[in-house]
């Protein structure tokens, strides 16, 4: 888990920082910060407050935690409430799943041995799992494919920049 108390306050006009979300952990941060991750078949879960202009990203290694409390970021069903909590934390107010939006990415099939364990696949249809069941809209997903992602989400405007290595650089 990773929240900076340290970002500035939401309307500081200072200059955009970046923040990075390692596996297993996640970030959250207030305009104008942009936060980034690296991605195989790890799912980048975003979520966007785009009135509160905050968002965040859970860097989500595995499906479920089943139990294991150790690394709550990890997980997509520890994770994702998790990062909730801390953008309302962030806010400095009380349920703000109602404004949330989510974009999906990664997922990738990245080992040949993965076979009908495509963890990549698992964590991208738990993560949908989630936030469905938090009444989170999906605004856009890039999932799949055998090749890793870049990911850099701009808190100031939710746009979710992509950059496959070796491959093409977009926008969700």
Same mark, same amino acid.
């Given at each position: 888990?990773?929240?900076?108390?340290?970002?500035?306050?939401?309307?500081?006009?200072?200059?955009?920082?970046?923040?990075?979300?390692?596996?297993?952990?996640?970030?959250?941060?207030?305009?104008? @910060?942009?936060?980034?991750?690296?991605?195989?078949?790890?799912?980048?879960?975003?979520?966007?407050?785009?009135?509160? =202009?905050?968002?965040?990203?859970?860097?989500?290694?595995? #499906?479920?935690?089943? $139990?294991?409390? +150790?690394? #709550? +970021? =990890?997980?997509?069903? @520890?994770?994702? #409430?998790?990062?909730?909590?801390?953008?309302?934390?962030?806010?400095?107010?009380? #349920?703000?799943?109602?404004?949330?939006?989510? =974009?999906?990415?990664?997922?990738?099939?990245?080992?040949?041995?993965?076979?009908?364990?495509?963890? $990549?696949?698992?964590?991208?249809?738990?993560?949908?799992?989630?936030?469905?069941?938090?009444?989170?809209?999906?605004?856009?997903?890039?999932?799949?494919?055998?090749?890793?992602?870049?990911?850099?989400?701009? @808190?100031?405007?939710?746009?979710?920049?992509?950059?496959?290595?070796?491959?093409?650089?977009?926008?969700?």
């Amino acid at each position: 888990m990773r929240w900076n108390p340290a970002v500035p306050p939401i309307g500081a006009d200072n200059a955009a920082d970046v923040l990075s979300a390692g596996m297993g952990q996640w970030a959250v941060a207030a305009s104008p @910060t942009r936060i980034r991750a690296l991605l195989g078949s790890c799912v980048g879960v975003v979520l966007i407050d785009a009135r509160g =202009k905050v968002g965040g990203v859970a860097h989500v290694v595995l #499906p479920e935690s089943r $139990g294991e409390s +150790g690394q #709550p +970021g =990890k997980y997509a069903d @520890t994770a994702i #409430p998790g990062m909730i909590a801390d953008l309302e934390r962030l806010l400095g107010r009380g #349920p703000i799943a109602g404004r949330l939006a989510a =974009k999906v990415v990664g997922g990738a099939s990245m080992f040949q041995a993965e076979g009908s364990m495509n963890i $990549g696949r698992m964590n991208g249809e738990a993560v949908a799992r989630i936030l469905e069941a938090l009444r989170i809209p999906i605004l856009a997903s890039d999932l799949g494919g055998e090749a890793g992602r870049r990911l850099v989400l701009d @808190t100031a405007t939710g746009a979710v920049a992509i950059r496959i290595p070796g491959g093409a650089d977009y926008t969700i």
